[in-house]
């Protein structure tokens, strides 16, 4: 005597399993066009390899995104934190007294406006920057370094600004075609300003310490105030 199946002995198996092949006939009895079935397993492939090449350019551009605007944040920090030592004199620290040696300055009048002297720096050839031409100090009372002034040969002005667009945090500036240009950036310890007439030979750039420049506008003595200050042009900006 042979066995039962599971089918056998349950009848409720009997039934499903009945439906289910009964199914699976119907199913395989509808029409089927060949040309159809095929493109459908040639774009399921095809499809499956665009999404995943998106789905991987998307993972590599989301991280470069965040990173280029961290790195642009980054920058402009820096840019803004960095010390404003143009010719070796920083903002607000260096003493004027302390020029040396004689022979490379000279002590040209009083600054009103600041407090201390105004001084004049000779032989700029040993600064080796291309265009120089004048650089004029103005010291405060506590003889520390307030404002340098620094004159240039209007064919330096791409080199220059270049440095300073580099190693500062830009804050603003002139159209190209303006009349007279201005540009200006911050400093750890002060401002600089670069100032030209469009038709000037020269253009100047001024390195304010922190304060200074409010002090300069501030100012209404009665003594003369320095030629270097006077002049809103007279800040330049040495070696960056």
């Known amino acids: 005597m042979r066995g039962l199946s599971w089918v056998e002995l349950c009848p409720a198996l009997q ?39 998106f789905a991987a350019f998307a993972a590599q551009a989301a991280p470069q995104a965040t990173a280029n605007a961290t790195a642009s944040a980054t920058n402009a920090t820096a840019a803004a934190a960095n010390t404003a030592a143009p010719l070796g004199l920083e903002l607000g620290k260096s003493k004027c007294a302390r020029l040396a040696p004689a022979e490379n300055h000279a002590r040209t009048g009083r600054s009103e406006w600041a407090g201390g002297d105004t001084v004049e720096l000779k032989r700029l050839e040993r600064f080796h920057l291309p265009g120089l031409t004048r650089v004029t100090l103005n010291c405060d009372a506590q003889d520390t370094v307030a404002l340098i002034t620094m004159t240039f ?51 100047t750039v001024a390195y304010w310490a922190r304060n200074a420049k409010a002090k300069y506008f501030s100012y209404s003595g009665a003594g003369s105030k320095p030629a270097a200050a006077s002049a809103p042009a007279a800040p330049q900006p040495a070696p960056l």
């Open 15 to 53: 039934v499903r399993t009945g439906k289910a092949v009964e199914s699976a006939v119907t199913y395989r009895s509808d029409p089927v066009n060949p040309f159809s079935t095929l493109m459908m397993k040639k774009a399921f492939p095809h499809r499956a390899a665009l999404l995943a090449t």
């Open 153 to 203: 040969d209007r064919s330096a002005l791409e080199d220059v600004r270049g440095k300073l667009d580099a190693r500062y945090a830009s804050l603003r500036k002139t159209e190209a075609s303006a009349e007279n240009g201005y540009a200006e950036w911050a400093a750890a310890n002060g401002s600089l300003e670069l100032l030209y007439g469009r038709d000037g030979k020269h253009f």
